[in-house]
T-cell receptor, first 114, second 113 residues
């Protein structure tokens, strides 16, 4: 069964600190993996997209890693800001369908305290 | 910022009422989607469309219906709302070609009393 598991479920850090969010998946065949940021009451916004051949990709203070062999990804946030408080969702795309089937994790709820 | 819009943003309505959630996008995308999301849970696909006059049911069974008469418009209708329909509904769109990037609207928070 295709699944996406994220950890931790929630995380509280102080402003300025770094943190790492984890994503494990069993989706096959794999097309690409995305990390989305979802603010409360808003729709998800894409942060990064990683294909099978990419190991690391950065977007400002966000750095995503992918190990396609172990089917694990991480999202590292450096120098956190209050505006980083949101749910971070790992999404894996299935290469096997023309629809581009998305499998969503439940997200990690990040809270940044001043 | 993606040009995809949803109205209303919040809706509180009584049981048995008919409701229509609006979704429109100005990017000319062929594919559009409706997702349902409960607090702390993953998004579940309830409807999708490949283009005009194309509609399909998603993975999560839903009593709602959709229509796609125009490329830019993908409304979702509930004929008779029930408390079990209380949820957040997210609309998304993507171009037919490409790495399946989906752009999400801001969502509609529906509460049925």
């Amino acid at each position: 069964k295709n699944q996406v598991e994220q950890s931790p479920q929630s995380l509280i850090i102080l402003e300025g600190k770094n943190c790492t969010l984890q994503c494990n998946y069993t989706v096959s065949p794999f097309s690409n993996l995305r990390w989305y940021k979802q603010d409360t009451g808003r729709g998800p916004v894409s942060l990064t997209i990683m294909t099978f051949s990419e190991n690391t990709k950065s977007n400002g203070r966000y750095t995503a890693t992918l190990d396609a062999d172990t089917k694990q990804s991480s999202l590292h946030i450096t120098a956190s800001q209050l505006s980083d408080s949101a749910s971070y969702i790992c999404v894996v795309i299935d290469r096997g369908s023309t629809l581009g089937r998305l499998y969503f994790g439940r997200g990690t709820q990040l809270t940044v305290w001043p | 910022e993606a040009d995809i819009y949803q109205t209303p943003r919040y809706l509180v309505i009584g049981t048995g009422k008919k409701i229509t959630l609006e979704c429109s996008q100005t990017m000319g995308h062929d594919k559009m989607y409706w997702y349902q999301q409960d607090p702390g849970m993953e998004l579940h696909l309830i409807h999708y469309s490949y283009g005009v006059n194309s509609t399909e049911k998603g993975d999560l069974s839903s009593e709602s219906t959709v229509s796609r008469i125009r490329t830019e418009h993908f409304p979702l209708t509930l004929e008779s709302a029930r408390p079990s329909h209380t949820s957040q509904y997210l609309c998304a769109s993507s171009p037919f070609e490409g790495p399946y990037e989906q752009y999400f609207g801001p969502g509609t928070r529906l509460t049925v009393t």
